[in-house]
Antibody
Framework: QLQLVQSGAEVKKPGASVRVSCKTS????????IHWVRQAPGQRLEWMGW????????KYLQKFQGRVTITRDTAASTAYMEVSSLRFEDTAIYYC??????????WGQGTQVTVSS | QTVVTQEPSLTVSPGGTVTLTCASS?????????PNWFQHKPGQAPRAVIY???NRHSWTPARFSGSLLGGKAALTLSGVQPEDEAEYHC?????????FGGGTKLTVL
């Protein structure tokens, strides 16, 4: 089974960028699609986008187009999600999650990102 | 903007049966929306329980079942245990995009 371990908590100022990593192990990274999801305080889970770890193809929720970039390093079996031009409302727990054949399965432990002046 | 709607909260007695539903603002939910269900406890990451409408993961107890019911995706818990108390989120696929429901807080009382 795939294990996903995310990078640690971040505190950033408005306008800055943050990159969160999602290191995988236990299975073949390139056979998975990796999703990024966030949950702001008191809000529902929000899907942000995905990357096909094999091809590198990506898809983003339209509201994040141009501000969120998802990449991967196949040699390191790691996916990355970068958010630029951070706003206070980007304060949330960010998760990576894996998917194969339309079924989502494993999740990372979550990374708290706080945007504060 | 597509909205996925779940019951905000439900209460069930231990050993009872409860059904949570997941509706789409675009119309009836079908298997083509590849419904996924997740259990989410405070301070933990979500845990997948059902994928592709009615498939359990290897770790999902048999008391969890998924289905389509009256134009909605449904998650039924039979013989509910105290440890099933959690928030449950559904997730639907819309042509490349995915949309989460608002979550149902399930209380076992």
């Amino acid at each position: 089974q795939l294990q996903l371990v995310q990078s640690g908590a971040e505190v950033k100022k408005p306008g800055a960028s943050v990159r969160v990593s999602c290191k995988t192990s236990g299975d073949t990274f390139t056979t998975y699609t990796i999703h990024w999801v966030r949950q702001a305080p008191g809000q529902r889970l929000e899907w942000m986008g995905w990357i096909n770890a094999g091809t590198g193809n990506t898809k983003y929720l339209q509201k994040f187009q141009g501000r969120v970039t998802i990449t991967r390093d196949t040699a390191a079996s790691t996916a990355y999600m970068e958010v630029s031009s951070l706003r206070f409302e980007d304060t949330a727990i960010y998760y990576c999650a894996s998917q194969r054949s339309r079924g989502w399965d494993y999740w990372g432990q979550g990374t708290q990102v706080t945007v504060s002046s | 903007q597509t909205v996925v709607t779940q019951e905000p909260s439900l209460t069930v007695s231990p050993g009872g049966t409860v059904t949570l539903t997941c509706a789409s603002s675009t119309g009836a939910v079908t298997s083509g929306y590849f419904p996924n269900w997740f259990q989410h406890k405070p301070g933990q990451a979500p845990r997948a329980v059902i994928y592709n409408t009615n498939n359990r993961h290897s770790w999902t107890p048999a008391r969890f079942s998924g289905s389509l019911l009256g134009g909605k995706a449904a998650l039924t818990l039979s013989g509910v245990q105290p440890e099933d108390e959690a928030e449950y989120h559904c997730l639907l696929h819309y042509g490349g995009d995915w949309v989460f429901g608002g979550g149902t807080k399930l209380t076992v009382l």
